[in-house]
T-cell receptor, first 112, second 114 residues
């Protein structure tokens, strides 16, 4: 039972354009969401997070949007740069829970 | 960067042999985790620890055991490795700020079971 789903295994975007990565979840108890970025042969690194009391969180070129009614979140990267090419994982948890549940990942390729 | 080291980084073994992966942290964090990454499955939690000698199962714990005898080390053991355990294994530690819950990951251990 995949509680966190990333339905697009891969995405290609032109450099300078917007990249939009999507994530859906099924567990209504989740109230904290994170995005991780992973380069080949490295461990995932934390990118940005959002709690359920917000619907948007921004950090530089990265913005995460949360739609609780649709159980959907998205990561926007503007403008996209070649260094953004990586696998992106969304993850979810609830406050007080020590565990994160991850999605299957989306491989983003930025085309120069 | 969080001080996490995993060893070995690469290992090839045969079916039926025991394997132990080690995770060492220098951050003195309470929580430590073992995940495996597989194509089409993302990152799945195997076991985690919330203190010395305190561990619990994750979603894919069958065939794995863990031990934590001191804060800085978290060991993952495959008692009798199978080909389905071929994977990349990541150790992670959790930042102490409960509001964020961010995990910091090691660089991974690639295990191939022939």
């Amino acid at each position: 039972d995949q509680q966190v789903k990333q339905n697009s295994p891969s995405l290609s975007v032109q450099e300078g354009r917007i990249s939009i990565l999507n994530c859906d979840y099924t567990n209504s108890m989740f109230d904290y969401f994170l995005w991780y970025k992973k380069y080949p042969a490295e461990g995932p690194t934390f990118l940005i997070s959002i709690s359920s009391i917000k619907d948007k969180n921004e950090d530089g070129r990265f913005t995460v949007f949360l739609n609780k009614s649709a159980k959907h979140l998205s990561l926007h990267i503007v403008p996209s740069q070649p260094g953004d090419s990586a696998v992106y994982f969304c993850a979810a948890s609830n406050f007080g829970n020590e565990k994160l549940t991850f999605g299957t990942g989306t491989r983003l390729t930025i085309i120069p | 960067d969080a001080g996490i080291t995993q060893s070995p980084r690469h290992k090839v073994t045969e079916t039926g042999t025991p394997v132990t992966l080690r995770c060492h942290q220098t951050e003195n964090h309470r929580y430590m985790y073992w995940y495996r990454q597989d194509p089409g499955h993302g990152l799945r939690l195997i076991h985690y620890s919330y203190g010395v000698k305190d561990t619990d199962k994750g979603e894919v714990s069958d065939g794995y055991s863990v031990s934590r005898s001191k804060t800085e080390d978290f060991l993952l053991t495959l008692e009798s490795a199978t080909s389905s355990q071929t994977s990349v294994y990541f150790c992670a530690i959790r930042a102490p700020t409960i509001l964020t819950g961010e995990l910091f990951f090691g660089e991974g251990s690639r295990l191939t079971v022939l």
